[in-house]
């Protein structure tokens, strides 16, 4: 209760809106854009119509006013229409624009991910890209935050033109970001383990799931190779061959690049001493594999965290059988 009476932090503002706190801190000590009131006559505590009006100069902002003059037109703003005050404890809001963007029903930080993203605001994004990661894990942060963003700006650039283009990009990269310090900072693996062999099928450019899977994995403390876009078939069978991976992650998003026929290959190659040769598990990731049934040797997941449960129990039961 005390959230609704006194106002929230700067902190929790600024996850509200998509805006890292350093920037919210700024607009107040340049455009005079600060709580009516501070606890304390030092803290700010941010009311309902204090972020209405912070609100406002985001929505100006996204639009390409001048900053400054931003900071004018939302002083002007009537309180009459102030949203609902951010209750305590964090938990995850479905209100407010997300800076024109077609996103449905989502998380509030999703809707702040997009406002940062039309802004081109890369402290924003980094930063609360980090913040969710932290707060919800990687799978939720993944499937309900990042990929809705994603999709939205997606749609919004196939409906506008050659619009949205520098949005796109700039998300994507920090996304990436993200993704790729997750992976980097997940626990280390010290067993000599078989790795997880990850790639798109040549023809594929799209690497942020892949990123995803990575970043899950290593998680998971199990070791990964990624490879990346459009890995030739050559370079794909001479990476598993030369790492004997546990199992093979190949991303498809669409039916036009869906390699049937590789993917077969890899699932028939076996490696090892004569007697105990084995062969990777095939993991067909993305929506290009859908329409035809996995063969032998192949799994194909419907999203992350199936993907993760799935790896995660053939090393279990590989670990089992070594055990015994």
């Given at each position: 209760?005390?959230?609704?009476?006194?106002?929230?932090?700067?902190?929790?503002?600024?996850?509200?809106?998509?805006?890292?706190?350093?920037?919210?801190?700024?607009?107040?000590?340049?455009?005079?854009?600060?709580?009516?009131v501070?606890?304390?006559?030092?803290?700010?505590?941010?009311?309902?119509?204090?972020?209405?009006?912070?609100?406002?100069?985001?929505?100006?902002?996204?639009?390409?006013?001048?900053?400054?003059e931003?900071?004018?037109?939302?002083k002007?703003?009537?309180?009459?229409?102030?949203?609902?005050?951010?209750?305590?404890?964090?938990?995850?809001?479905?209100?407010?624009?997300?800076?024109?963007?077609?996103?449905?029903?989502?998380?509030?930080?999703?809707?702040?991910l997009?406002?940062?993203?039309?802004?081109?605001?890369?402290p924003a994004?980094?930063?609360?890209?980090?913040e969710?990661?932290?707060?919800?894990?990687?799978v939720?942060?993944?499937?309900?935050?990042?990929?809705?963003?994603?999709?939205?700006?997606g749609?919004?650039?196939?409906?506008?033109?050659?619009?949205?283009?520098?949005?796109?990009?700039?998300?994507?990269?920090?996304?990436?970001?993200?993704?790729?310090?997750?992976?980097?900072?997940?626990?280390a693996?010290a067993?000599?383990?078989?790795?997880v062999?990850?790639?798109?099928?040549?023809?594929?450019?799209?690497?942020?799931?892949?990123?995803?899977?990575?970043?899950?994995?290593?998680?998971?403390?199990?070791?990964?190779?990624?490879?990346g876009?459009?890995?030739?078939?050559?370079?794909?069978?001479?990476?598993?061959?030369?790492?004997?991976?546990?199992?093979?992650?190949?991303?498809?998003q669409?039916?036009?690049?869906?390699?049937?026929?590789?993917?077969?290959?890899?699932?028939?190659?076996?490696?090892?001493?004569?007697?105990?040769?084995?062969?990777?598990?095939?993991?067909?990731?993305?929506?290009?594999?859908?329409?035809?049934?996995?063969?032998?040797?192949?799994?194909?997941?419907?999203?992350?965290?199936?993907?993760?449960?799935?790896?995660?129990?053939?090393?279990?039961e590989?670990?089992?059988?070594?055990g015994?």
């Open positions: 209760m005390a959230e609704t009476t006194h106002g929230i932090t700067t902190g929790a503002v600024a996850r509200r809106l998509g805006v890292s706190p350093t920037t919210v801190r700024s607009w107040d000590q340049r455009y005079g854009i600060g709580p009516a501070r606890a304390d006559g030092r803290h700010r505590r941010w009311s309902p119509a204090d972020v209405a009006m912070l609100e406002e100069m985001c929505r100006l902002t996204a639009s390409g006013v001048p900053p400054a931003a900071a004018r037109a939302a002007r703003r009537p309180d009459t229409v102030a949203p609902a005050p951010v209750p305590a404890g964090g938990a995850p809001q479905r209100a407010g624009p997300g800076g024109g963007l077609p996103l449905g029903d989502v998380r509030q930080e999703a809707r702040g997009a406002r940062a993203a039309v802004r081109l605001d890369g994004m980094e930063e609360l890209l980090q969710v990661l932290a707060q919800y894990g990687l939720t942060a993944w499937e309900e935050v990042m990929v809705p963003t994603l999709h939205a700006v749609r919004k650039w196939e409906s506008s033109g050659d619009r949205y283009v520098e949005v796109e990009h700039l998300l994507s990269w920090h996304v990436s970001t993200a993704l790729r310090r997750a992976a980097v900072t997940g626990p693996s067993s000599p383990a078989a790795p062999v990850l790639a798109c099928v040549p023809a594929e450019q799209h690497t942020l799931p892949l990123e995803a899977l990575t970043a899950g994995l290593a998680e998971q403390g199990l070791p990964t190779r990624m490879f876009a459009a890995v030739p078939a050559e370079a794909l069978d001479a990476a598993v061959r030369r790492s004997g991976p546990a199992a093979v992650a190949l991303w498809s669409a039916r036009s690049t869906a390699d049937h026929a590789l993917a077969r290959h890899v699932a028939r190659t076996a490696f090892g001493v004569r007697g105990a040769r084995t062969a990777p598990l095939v993991v067909l990731a993305g929506p290009g594999w859908l329409g035809r049934r996995p063969a032998d040797g192949m799994i194909r997941p419907t999203g992350l965290r199936e993907a993760l449960d799935a790896i995660g129990r053939l090393y279990g590989r670990a089992g059988h070594t015994g």
